[in-house]
Every structure is written in C-alpha cells, then in structure tokens.
C-alpha cells in the first residue's frame, strides 16, 4: 500500500503501466465535477469511477477485500473515510466460492492490522498483496476509484 498526495503522483506515472494515464486523466479532469459511475481511459484496463456510498461502521466491519487483476487508486473526494489493511499472505480466511473472477474480487473474513485515515487531496494505492477495506467512516463518502490492470501472473493464492 502507498499513501501520498495527489499532488506527487507524477512520480508514480511511470511506476506501473498505464500510471501514466490515470496521471494524465487527474490532469484533465476534475474529479470534483465528473458525474457518478465509470470513466472508461484505456479500454478493459484503466478506468476511473467516481461513487457515493455511507460509511460502514468499524464495530461491524465489513469484509476485507482483494484483487488480483487490478491495482486500485482510491482519492477521497468528500467525506470522512478510513481503509483498514492487511498483508493477504497472513489473510486465512477466504472461502474460494468467494473469489469472483469477472469482478476480480476475493473477500476475506479478517480483521485490518493498519487503519489509515483519508483526506482529501491524498490517494491509497492497493496492490494484490494489500487486503484492503474502505469505506470505513459515517456519512456519505464521496471517491474517485482507479483501476489498473496488473501485467504479471495473478496472485497464487486466491
């Protein structure tokens, strides 16, 4: 997991491919003023979507989820939001039925070793080995999500 401000992601663009596009797409776009839903960038491997959700309690924690396909950029728009992390190779309990390879999620029942506070005009980079559970917070959070394909083998423990 990197956490930085949005202000030096253009030390990241050429970290991964297609870091570069989500780079250009954050220089062109506000992402204050674009519509809800998706924002395709490069067909079937960057995209970016902007959503409202409510905050999901801590006290009931939420599943935590992971990726094999995707990295995800997260960029809180508005709103108060934590993401809580563990390292997957110490997340034990996945039921492989919960694995979803059309969405490229796995969820697994397990509690966040780290809790990173959010703020606007930051982003949370989640690699495959980042389990991952945001939207921790109360009210309404306003994000913008970057996906980008990974180029390597998916993780061999799904």
Known sequence: MIIDSIKSFERYKEFQKGFDKVYEFLRKND???LELGNHPIVENDVWCTISESEGRDIATLPQMEVHDSFIDIHILLEGDETIGWKDRAKCDNLQMAQY???QDIALFDEMPEIFVSCSPGNFVMCFPAD????LLGSGTIKKAVFKIRVLN???ADK
Do not use: K
């Open 131 to 134: 389990g991952h559970t945001p």
């Open 153 to 155: 083998e998916p993780a």
């Open 100 to 102: 979803n390879e059309a």
């Open 31 to 33: 992402l204050h003023t």
